[in-house]
């Protein structure tokens, strides 16, 4: 077998997910508890009575490929050909990592802290990694001097995550333009950022930058998965440069041939409803009002929610955040993520994902804190 | 960017069927003509409307697996643990190469004439490939004998689509217990059969053989795109030994995470009623009598269809295929594929998709029978 998928190691978040018991205060997986909006299911269901559901083109069906491209409106990303679905925003980091970097000389720079995947898929493809840590005492915000400072002579693609899982910060508009700045002042090969924007959606904050308004050599992948509580449908896309989304195309043809027809369907009867992206935002807001109102009182250590849908709990000083989580699981029965799973420079913390019921929002950050307050010599490190 | 995704040529089969018009005489594309049963569809919309569109696990539903595994029932696979649902059998197979094969010492060995995915998915992971030609001369049949000779010392699977696309030829039970005795009685590492039974349910002759009813170390890539007009839902799955199917599900998940939970409670709903799969097949068996008198009476060469859902026409003497093809598109308006798409040894054979209107059929294969009498010198190579 292939050695590089034996090494892949199992999911921390997966594996301390499945510890959850029948009752437990779930705050772990980023999945939204709202129902999807059936219109647009219905809508899908009209398509295939008339039409089948047939294969697509590779790179999508060019109605909808358009809509997306329309509904941003990122600078010169204007066109079908801007754009390529797939089967979620996962395959199309996927699809985007294996397509952009050689892995005989290139090599991908992640911006930590930061959802394992990145790591994992450029593991799985020999990609080589290297990885820059926000601080935490700037409270993880984006860091364009730290992130040019750590570019090395064979990086060739930047993933920036904003707004970030896991740490709910957002790239300014000045960091972006430092960092775009520091990009074009350099001499070589130029270097392409992945904008990882599926929390697109979930900013409470007006200074978020866009890079793929400000750069060139930038490459957007999202989904409908959090805006719309489509995780299970698998609807993402690639949008970039012509030239790189055909080479893209190429390779998710083979990978998955095309996204389903189905929900494709659904995709574009929410990109062909004025603010169907945006259907869900009350919702987000009133419990990302309702987290940090908790948060405020708890008396916690945690970073303000500019975006995502989570946010950063400090533990008690010494805290292990995987032996913590456990432990909180054990005895205040609250699932919570370790910070450990995103990087070793968010140890110490917890990734608390707040899209579910208000109260079980008010109860686990209630927990969390007693838990900090009277248990933190049980969490500590043991060698 | 990565050369391998550079170096991937485009389809033929996509390029020429293309190139057709409004009104062509379509045999070119696998697609089924016929409406998908809404009644599953029905099905995954209840699922929906009461418990949303949430991730499932990686590997599917575990419902759904067991759902399959019991459905095929092959020796030592009849638990869920033994089925991954991916993204279309396109999924399945590139997962299934990319888990089993490690390109820094294994080879794939792909039975040719063959859909060419296999050889272009192997080449974008690295790994190298060798072919082996079933014999025109005995119509394509396939001969266990020279599979088992064509096996070279860095061999560790071997790719089978039997009933076969483009052939429809399907390997018998005494082929196939030839070549498990072959593979069983040599020494060195063991070798893997794959079998693509992505055309199971097109099978219109009684002795064919299931390979892992009779060899253990067989993986099965199936879906549900042919059997039941569900091409652009993009279901499909891999059946194997357990432990296989966990690591080929560690892939699965960082390429795509999981397959659509609509698509799968489709899925669902198709495996729990009794004969789900067999719906159609009085649709299939009602063309595959007809393109088979339709060829009889044309007096072309043709290859007994003995499964899928294509037929395999001999061009006069010396045609290019391509040429052909192209030839015959722009003067009798019919589209077929040039046989030179799947390898080599099927150079001077077009194969016919024939899942349409029966009039389509008859017309279709009117015309090329018209074109082979009349205009062969016109499809000759040119040097």
Redesign the interface.
């Known amino acids: 077998?292939?050695?590089r998928?034996?090494e892949?190691p199992?999911?921390v978040i997966?594996r301390i997910a499945s510890m959850k018991r029948r009752g437990t205060i779930d705050l772990g997986?980023g999945?939204p508890s709202?129902?999807?909006n059936?219109t647009h299911?219905r809508a899908a269901?009209e398509y295939?009575?008339e039409r089948?559901?047939?294969?697509?083109e590779?790179a999508g069906d060019p109605e909808l490929r358009e809509a997306i491209a329309r509904c941003y409106n990122y600078r010169n990303l204007h066109a079908a050909a801007n754009v390529c679905v797939t089967?979620?925003s996962?395959?199309a980091m996927?699809v985007t990592l294996?397509?952009?970097?050689?892995?005989a000389k290139d090599e991908l720079l992640v911006v930590e802290p930061a959802f394992p995947?990145y790591v994992?898929?450029a593991k799985?493809e020999g990609i080589p990694v290297r990885t820059v840590a926000m601080v935490e005492e700037e409270d993880f915000a984006f860091d364009a001097e730290l992130i040019a400072a750590a570019i090395g002579p064979r990086t060739r693609a930047i993933v920036i995550c904003s707004p970030s899982n896991p740490t709910g910060r957002v790239i300014s508009r000045a960091q972006a333009a430092g960092l775009v700045r520091a990009l074009e002042n350099r001499t070589g090969e130029p270097i392409w950022l992945i904008h990882d924007e599926v929390y697109r959606e979930q900013c409470f904050v007006e200074d978020a930058a866009e890079l793929a308004a400000v750069y060139d050599r930038t490459i957007v992948t999202n989904s409908l998965s959090k805006s719309n509580?489509?995780?299970?449908?698998?609807i993402g896309w690639i949008l970039g440069p012509a030239e790189?989304v055909a080479?893209?195309t190429?390779?998710h043809?083979?990978?998955?041939?095309?996204?389903?027809?189905?929900?494709q369907m659904v995709a574009l009867s929410i990109f062909g409803t004025a603010g169907g992206l945006r259907e869900h935002t009350a919702w987000y807001r009133e419990r990302q009002a309702c987290v940090t109102s908790a948060l405020r009182a708890s008396g916690l250590r945690f970073l303000d929610v500019e975006g995502s849908f989570y946010a950063a709990v400090r533990l008690p000083d010494g805290a292990d955040s995987e032996r913590s989580a456990i432990d909180m699981l054990e005895t205040k029965d609250v699932l919570a993520i370790p910070g450990s799973a995103f990087g070793d420079s968010f140890e110490g913390w917890l990734r608390l994902s707040w899209v579910t019921d208000l109260a079980t929002i008010r109860t686990g950050v209630a927990r969390i804190a007693e838990y900090c307050a009277t248990a933190p010599n049980g969490s500590r490190p043991t060698t």
């Open positions: 077998m292939n050695p998928v034996l892949i199992g999911s997966r997986l999945e709202f129902k999807p059936m299911f269901m295939v009575r089948g559901v047939r294969y697509t590779n089967t979620g996962q395959e996927y294996k397509t952009l970097l050689d892995p995947s994992k898929m799985l509580a489509l995780t299970g449908l698998r790189f080479e893209a190429k390779a043809a083979w990978l998955t041939s095309c996204a389903d027809t189905f929900a």
